[in-house]
Antibody
């Protein structure tokens, strides 16, 4: 069974750093792209970027380029999303999702989400 | 970026009746490989999104056959043949033809 399990909720202060994780199981982790999607409170879905764990090839959506870093450790089947200096506007639910493995461009499995709250 | 526009944004429906959601893209979603990467996602209250339909009309594993997708080029439709209580939630279309992938604003399906 394919599963993406994300790290837990975080409460941080502006300016702090943060790294959240997404661990895959039930499939050949290194060979499937994993993306990150933001959902701000009461809002829709925003595609942030995507990484191929086998070689860490990464693509970012322009609004998120330079604001976050996506990385992967294929040895432990885990992808990360990190911030070096959080802002209040980073408060959101963050989902990881797996891209289909046949080279098609859609997300077939999703993590449960990680709520990040940034408040002074 | 490709802009995805959904209508309506809210759809009150009677149980057992059909529902339809439209999604229009600002440019053709036909990829250079000939495929069209338009998918539909369902987000029930308090839950992560879930894939319903991929490549316009293919139902994902475990998705009931009351859900169907259609369309081509820039115009796409998700239909629910008979709405059931568990269908309440927000539905999103998403394009994967061009980076960055983009989502529609979401359509809220609720019971009258």
């Amino acid at each position: 069974e394919v599963q993406l399990v994300q790290s837990g909720a975080e409460v941080k202060k502006p300016g702090e750093s943060l790294k959240i994780s997404c661990k895959g199981s039930g499939y050949s982790f290194a060979y499937y792209w994993i993306g990150w999607v933001r959902q701000m409170p009461g809002k829709g879905l925003e595609w942030m970027g995507i990484i191929y764990p086998r070689d860490s090839d990464t693509k970012y959506s322009p609004p998120f380029q330079g604001q976050v870093t996506i990385s992967a450790d294929k040895s432990i089947n885990t992808v990360y999303l990190q911030w070096s200096s959080l802002k209040a506007s980073d408060t959101a639910m963050y989902y990881c999702a797996r891209q289909d493995g046949d080279g098609d461009f859609y997300f077939d499995y999703w993590g449960q989400g990680a709520l990040v709250t940034v408040s002074s | 970026d490709i802009v995805m526009t959904q209508t309506p944004l809210s759809s009150p429906v009677t149980l057992g009746q059909p529902a339809s959601i439209s999604c229009r893209s600002s440019q053709s979603l036909v990829h250079s490989n000939g495929n069209t990467y338009l998918s539909w996602l369902q987000q029930r209250p308090g839950q992560p999104p879930r894939l319903l339909i991929y490549k316009i009309s293919n139902r994902f594993s475990g998705v009931p056959d009351r859900f169907s997708g259609s369309g081509a080029g820039t115009d796409f439709t998700l239909k629910i043949s008979r709405v059931e209580p568990e269908d309440v939630g927000i539905y999103y279309c998403m394009q994967g033809t061009q980076f960055p992938w983009t989502f529609g604003q979401g359509t809220k399906v609720e019971i009258k």
